[in-house]
C-alpha cells in the first residue's frame, strides 16, 4: 500500500509541475506539493519537500512532461 501512495505522490508532483515556466517555479511547486502529499501519506514532510523539490526541477531533464 505504501508504495502505492508513493507512486501516486510522484505523479501528482510531476504533473502539478508541468504547469509552470522554469526550473525554479516547477521546483518551489514540486517542493510544496510533495511536502503536501508526505504529510498525507504520514511520510516526513522534509523528506517529501526534497523530493518534490527535485522532480519539479528536474521533470524537463529527466522527462518530456514539463516541455
Not at 510544496?32 to 528536474?58: F, H, N, S
Request: glycine share 12%; hydrophobic share 55%.
Amino acid at each position: 500500500m505504501f508504495k502505492l501512495r508513493l507512486i501516486v505522490a510522484a505523479t501528482a508532483v510531476v504533473s502539478l509541475s508541468a504547469c509552470l515556466d522554469n526550473d525554479l517555479e516547477r521546483g518551489l511547486a514540486g517542493a510544496a506539493a510533495g511536502a503536501v502529499v508526505a504529510e498525507a501519506v504520514g511520510v516526513d514532510p522534509l523528506t517529501g519537500a526534497i523530493a518534490g523539490g527535485a522532480a519539479g526541477a528536474l521533470c524537463d531533464e529527466i522527462t518530456n512532461v514539463c516541455n
